[in-house]
């Protein structure tokens, strides 16, 4: 599933002025802290950074891909290469500083500014060197396709489907029934993309449409919180609240209960997402940092994990085995695979934060300590390990803390250096143990 962000990238840009300003977190694993590897100042009269904003790209220029040497990253956008470790930065003209958003193909990755001065996104192609202003694009309602042949963005109160190779539109979704709020729905494509849904910002209901050149739209009524996710084949959403959670067809709109939450069990869900198969849910408490991985079958029970983060928890895109961080931000920090009845299929010690798995599902990657190291303070970086067998190392990238955009083949992830610091920092408000329990 492809989303837009929830939160517009100038929100983004004012927490990471903030976060340089104030101390980091405590690390799990005995590790320093990563903040410290980015470019500070100190406390200025205002919490947003200073300095003169670059000027916009070109709309088609030249890109290139400097080898990199280990532990020598100067600020910037980088791709590495998991099976090696090779990182590799992405050189454009002077410009706005760049972050990876999402791949389309195994080498094609959309870029997007977070700086005031240009906040479009572009289309870079690793294989012409090239990179191109994607039209119509700002920091809104900015969603790419599965197959990476269309892209939404907004039009005003209008959000427009439009090719990407020529900026042709497809479709056009008038302003009556969105009333986005903040500027920033989230939209979410089908697997087959065919339909999106599309939510308002604040909004705890929204619709479906078809992707087509009059899109039909399909009330989705039920009460929504947080996140959707779409059924393997296409036909529905599936959504999670207080009362349990639903389906709703994307033809028809009708509304159908999966799952009930037990009795007295309070849950309140801020995003569910489905395990490949669409046979399980895992839905997340953020409040609570709880999580729950419900059958979808009509039966009953499933398994509570206490004590977890929502970005440090995602399942296999290739079978139904769930990766988290247990005991987070404590020297037991460790990753867990988790399958769906609660049983735990491998643990790894010296794991931090947000794993994640390749595309493929061959690799999974996460932010922790370097698995070679000895001694109480190892290098801090991602370490790839193999997601079958014995999870032998495959890499370790000291110095970069985000593995999330993975290419299609499971070759590339992309990051950025010397930007804003790690996404987990302050975080580390608790200290609370994970416990993995039956549901009755």
Known sequence: MKDARVGSLLVLLTVAAMVLVVAGCGRGSGADDVSSNTATS??????????????????????????????????????????????YQIITAPGPILEPWEWISPTQLVLCGWMPSDRSCYLLDLDAKALRRLPRSDEQGITVSHSGDLMTSLDLFDLVISSVADDREIGRIVN?????????????????????????????????????????LVPADAPVSGMVDWT?????????????????????????????????????????????????????????????????????GGTKITNVESEDTGWSPTED????????????????????DGSIRTTITGADFIPRFSADGSMIAYEGADPSASGTQPAQGVVVRSATGGYQVTSFLPGFFDDTTWSPDGRWFADETGIMPPPYANSCDTTAKTEITQLP
């Open 42 to 87: 100190g406390p200025t009269a205002t919490l947003f950074l200073t300095e003169t904003p670059s000027p916009p790209l070109p709309e088609l220029s030249s890109i290139t891909l400097a080898p990199t040497a280990r532990g020598d990253y100067p600020p910037g956008m980088y791709i590495v290469d998991a099976s090696t470790g090779r990182p």
């Open 176 to 216: 009556g029934p969105m009333a986005i709020e903040n500027w920033n729905p989230n939209v979410s494509w089908a697997p087959d993309d065919e339909h999106i849904f599309l939510q308002s910002a604040g909004s705890t209901t929204g619709f479906i449409a078809s992707v087509e050149a009059e899109p039909k």
């Open 232 to 300: 393997p084949d296409s036909r529905a959403v599936v959504f999670a609240n207080t009362d349990g959670i639903f389906s709703i067809d994307a033809t028809s709109g009708e509304t159908t209960r999966l799952y009930s939450w037990p009795a007295g069990s309070n849950v309140a869900p801020d995003a569910v997402r489905l395990s490949p198969d669409g046979k399980f849910a895992l839905a997340v408490e953020e409040v609570s940092r709880d999580a729950y991985v419900v059958p979808l079958d009509g039966s009953p």
């Open 321 to 340: 085995v769930l990766a988290t961080i247990a005991d987070r931000c404590t020297p037991d920090s460790r990753l867990l695979l988790v399958n769906p």
